[in-house]
């Protein structure tokens, strides 16, 4: 196919040199295209005067549509004159003033800093890098797609990405949910499932990467019950790199998900992880051969993790034994914190009403984090509490800082 749409841009060529269209009214990306062609069929002299007429005569449209010309002839071993007159661009704009780095177009400038990491111009590769993520960070979330893909396949933007990973730590919506997911790279995809601080339930992260490997094989049946035994071998090898432990948290699925949305795809699973996942469902304080991770740290506080939420349901219920966080008895809602501010009226039109609440407080300048849970409703109008159903608990290695009133 590649091929033939060269040949065919090489026909047309008759029409620039036999005189029917003027070379310097031609459109110029109709002369870059049948650069590349005549590039490719080796027609060295065609190719050298087309380079010759694009640097001389339609040097304005090379730099208005700098990005096109640079993505379409880097990858070309044959265009070093024009490499060259890319070179000259990326010095003139940052150095020469033509444009304000300030005030240029920000996909301008990420495209400038891709070509400017391809020249190996640190310097310059550097400052752009700095720029993008200073000043331009509300335009780089805005599109975040764009960014993320332009930059994850090179080495050199470990800035940018662990800027765009904590974007997506934070908001995983923004490529899990986005309509070209499925076409993300496995090796980005890995990336974000790797993160501690992924904020996306365990069954979500599920859900997601099954809906990638189908993608992968667009001839597999959209029926699952009309799978056959090769089906699920060949999205198996498809997810071999991404359905291994760390990658996703198994262990910390709710068992009502394990049995109606893992279940289903038992077959991807290597057997021993399998028959743990079951007997941990069964009696979580057995051992298991699996290892068993850490959860993803899910902060709708900015105080305590997951796994603090699971000791004070513990303590809560006065059982010894800390409650395994995919099958805990309560769901934490925050319902006020510190940013809703400190006055007292404020408090009580936030927890007027509200039973069953835990008090979280971090003490300033200090890892001390202490706390209570009250199972009686806060009553503004009501000064008679009695002490039945609290509880009361203090621990000098939590982190963070903040006040917040949890409600389940």
């Known amino acids: 196919m590649k091929s033939f749409t060269a040949h065919s841009s090489i026909l047309k060529r008759r029409y620039i040199y036999g005189g029917i269209i003027n070379s310097e009214t031609a459109e110029t990306k109709f002369i870059l295209d049948l650069l590349i062609a005549t590039d490719e069929f080796e027609l060295e002299e065609l ?5 010759y007429l694009l640097i001389e005569t339609k040097s304005s449209w090379l730099r208005t549509h700098f990005s096109l010309v640079y993505r379409s002839i880097f990858s070309e071993n044959n265009f070093k004159d024009l490499k060259n007159f890319c070179n000259d661009i990326i010095v003139k704009y940052i150095y020469g003033g033509i444009i304000n780095s300030e005030t240029a177009e920000t996909k301008f400038i990420l495209d400038l800093l891709i070509a400017t990491d391809e020249f190996e111009l640190e310097e310059l590769t550097k400052e752009l890098k700095y720029l993008l993520i ?5 335009w780089l979330r805005t ?15 470990k800035d940018l990405k662990n800027f ?9 919506n923004l490529i899990f949910e986005a309509e070209d997911f499925t076409s993300l790279q496995e090796s980005a995809l890995i990336s974000i499932l790797e993160r501690d601080y992924l904020q996306l339930e365990e069954i979500k992260v599920w859900e997601f990467i099954i809906k990638w490997g189908n993608a992968q094989n667009s001839n597999l049946p959209a029926n699952l019950n009309e799978w056959i035994k090769e089906n699920f071998t060949t999205l198996k090898a498809t997810l071999q790199h991404c359905l291994p432990l760390p990658l ?6 709710p068992s009502t998900d394990v049995l109606n949305k893992v279940k289903t795809y038992k077959k991807l699973l290597d057997k021993q992880l399998w028959d743990d996942l079951k007997q941990y469902l069964i009696d979580p304080d057995q051992p298991v051969k699996s290892i068993i991770l850490s959860a993803r740290l899910i902060l709708n506080s900015a105080i305590i993790t997951n796994k603090h939420m699971a000791e004070i349901s513990s303590w809560i219920d006065y059982i010894q034994r800390t409650y395994y966080f995919g099958n805990l ?13 400190f006055e007292p009226q404020t408090f009580w039109d936030t927890s007027q009403g509200h039973s069953n609440t835990v008090i979280i407080v971090k003490v ?11 199972s009686l409703t806060w009553d503004s109008t009501n000064s008679n509490y009695n002490t039945r159903g609290r509880v009361e608990f203090r621990d000098g290695n939590w982190s963070q800082q903040m006040i917040a009133l949890f409600s389940y």
């Open 329 to 341: 008895p309560y769901k934490f809602e925050l319902i006020l914190r510190s940013i809703n501010g």
């Open 248 to 253: 996703i948290r198994y262990f910390y699925i």
């Open 134 to 138: 200073e000043t331009k960070s509300s």
């Open 164 to 172: 765009c990973n904590d974007i997506i730590v934070k908001y995983p």
């Open 47 to 51: 190719t050298k005067e087309l380079k």
């Open 143 to 157: 599109h975040f797609s764009l960014v993320y893909r332009s930059i994850f396949s090179e080495n050199n933007f």
């Open 364 to 374: 300033k300048g200090t890892d001390e984090i202490l706390g209570g849970y009250d």
